[in-house]
């Protein structure tokens, strides 16, 4: 007897929760993303065409479905304006309050069905691109991101005790030196403790760290084997850009890292 290939749909279902309650009269549509500027009539006629191409296999009711949720798909597109990744996927289901994007890190066959949320591509593409925890430091703080698909989603900040950087005559006094090391060795451990957590509880397979290299190496010293064996790398990032520009900054170094 074969056994069945673990699914992915509860990656998708924690970090996409809104899907849980999408009914059989949701609307589901992946199209291509224009990768220059953002441009409203492109996917005014994008979403047109793929509508026009599916539309025979639509009864009246899902036309009208199709035809309520795409207006609000390309009202959300205007907000999220997106560019950078080829393809995204749409779910809508406006009497269950569901309206979520999702960018896509390769093309993907233009889709659009109203029915259940169709997730099978974006489960093939998991199988592909699979979850990822990135963890950025500092000495005194980290912030971890999980990389889903071609979404950068802020997860978790911790906050350390304070780091001095005391110098006595120029050379830095040996006792004071120690108790720096020893702070920032025990805000690592922290750091360390919420990764173990972060991936036992979403399995994460693969893990970036990100920051100073003093930091970076002391958090990957405390590291235990099993979460050292999922190490994919390290990305540059910094604690000083804003939440919005790390998942930016963090997403196009991704791009360039080898899938699976």
């Given amino acids: 007897m074969t056994r069945p290939h673990p699914t992915e749909i509860p990656y998708l279902l924690a970090f996409f929760p809104s899907l849980r309650t999408a009914s059989d009269r949701t609307l589901s549509v992946y199209f291509k993303i224009r990768p220059e500027a953002y441009d409203g009539k492109f996917y005014d006629m994008e979403l047109k065409r793929i509508v026009e191409r599916?539309?025979?296999?639509?009864?009246?009711?899902?036309?009208?479905?199709a035809e309520r949720e795409i207006l609000r798909v390309k009202a959300q597109l205007a907000v999220v304006r997106p560019v950078a990744c080829p393809s995204m996927a749409a779910f809508a289901d406006e009497p269950k309050g569901v309206l979520r994007l999702i960018r896509l890190p390769e093309e993907t066959e233009d889709r659009l069905e109203v029915d259940a949320p169709l997730l099978a591509p974006l489960e093939l593409m998991l199988r592909k691109y699979p979850p990822s925890l990135i963890v950025v430091v500092h000495k005194e703080h980290a912030q971890t991101f999980a990389s889903i698909l071609d979404e950068m989603i802020p997860q978790h900040h911790v906050d350390g005790v304070q780091v001095k950087h005391i110098r006595s005559?120029?050379?830095?006094?040996?006792?004071?030196?120690?108790?720096?090391?020893?702070?920032?060795?025990?805000n690592m451990a922290a750091v360390v403790r919420l990764i173990d957590r972060e991936v036992s509880a979403v399995s994460y397979r693969r893990l970036y760290l990100a920051g100073p290299d003093e930091a970076v190496a002391e958090l990957e010293r405390l590291l235990p084997p099993s979460l050292k064996k999922i190490i994919a790398g390290r990305l540059s990032a910094s604690l000083d850009l804003s939440i919005g520009e790390l998942e930016v900054h963090l997403r196009k170094q991704l791009v360039k890292a080898p899938a699976g």
């Fill in 54 to 65: 599916h539309k025979h296999k639509l009864s009246d009711d899902d036309r009208k479905v």
């Fill in 169 to 186: 005559g120029g050379n830095k006094n040996p006792s004071l030196q120690r108790k720096e090391e020893n702070r920032v060795k025990s």
